[in-house]
């Protein structure tokens, strides 16, 4: 079965220094990778997803993630963290029936001034 | 677009009482999702539709979930009798098929049962 698992519960930060939030996935065949985001109160919002191509994809917010298929990983990435990125992020694959989405179970993230 | 709405954002209600909770998906998008989101649990989904036909109901947790889609545009999610271990977020999303499987979510409804 398709499957992500973030191994970080939380990860912290300061401000204007370099973010990674790792998520790492097992899959049948070729992955369809996703990154969400939630915020306080609201529902998820998709950040960026992997399909084939580059392995580095950029996406929303200044975010990006790169994929190692030898390590099967696909972290989130920004080059420069702000305050407002404090949220609740989550990797996610596409299921075997191609239809839904698997996630992970989430890492929250804490930027400090 | 306004994007997927659901309505109530908050329910707050007494054990033993049925509940409804509803969903708007985006026009034009063909799945619609329903998820629950807890401390303990995290995002589990519960049951997704298909051009309003249910497809993978494997997710509800018994049968006092029910969920329908009559049409296109609307979604229900019931829960008679509620218990206090249902409070949680209840999430829905919608999306368009073709779109590489991404789903786009609404705000949730954050139900409380006493």
């Known amino acids: 079965a398709q499957s992500v698992a973030q191994p970080e519960d939380q990860v912290n930060v300061a401000e204007g220094n370099p973010l990674t939030v790792k998520c790492t996935y097992s899959?049948?065949?070729?992955?369809?990778l996703f990154w969400y985001v939630q915020y306080p109160n609201r529902g998820l919002q998709f950040l960026l997803k992997?399909?084939?191509?580059?392995?580095l994809v950029k996406g929303s917010y200044g975010f990006e993630a790169e994929f190692n298929k030898s390590q099967t990983s696909f972290h989130l990435k920004k080059p420069s963290a702000l305050v407002s990125d404090s949220a609740l992020y989550f990797c996610?694959?596409?299921?075997?029936?191609?239809?839904?989405?698997?996630f992970g179970t989430g890492t929250r993230l804490l930027v400090s001034p | 677009d306004a994007g997927v709405i659901q309505s109530p954002r908050h329910e707050v209600t007494e054990m033993g009482q049925e509940v409804t909770l509803r969903c708007k998906p985006i026009s034009g998008h063909d799945y619609l999702f329903w998820y629950r989101q807890t401390m303990m649990r995290g995002l589990e989904l519960l049951i997704y539709?298909?051009?309003?036909?249910?497809?993978?109901d494997s997710g509800m947790p018994e049968d006092r979930f029910s969920a329908k889609m009559p049409n296109a545009s609307f979604s229900t999610l019931k829960i008679q009798p509620s218990e206090p271990r249902d409070s949680a977020v209840y999430f829905c999303a919608s999306m368009a098929s073709g779109a590489k499987n991404i789903q786009y979510f609404g705000a949730g409804t954050r139900l409380s049962v006493l």
């Open positions: 992997y399909i084939t191509g580059d392995n």
């Open positions: 539709f298909n051009n309003n036909v249910p497809i993978d």
């Open positions: 899959v049948s065949g070729n992955p369809y």
């Open positions: 996610a694959v596409r299921d075997i029936s191609f239809q839904k989405l698997v």
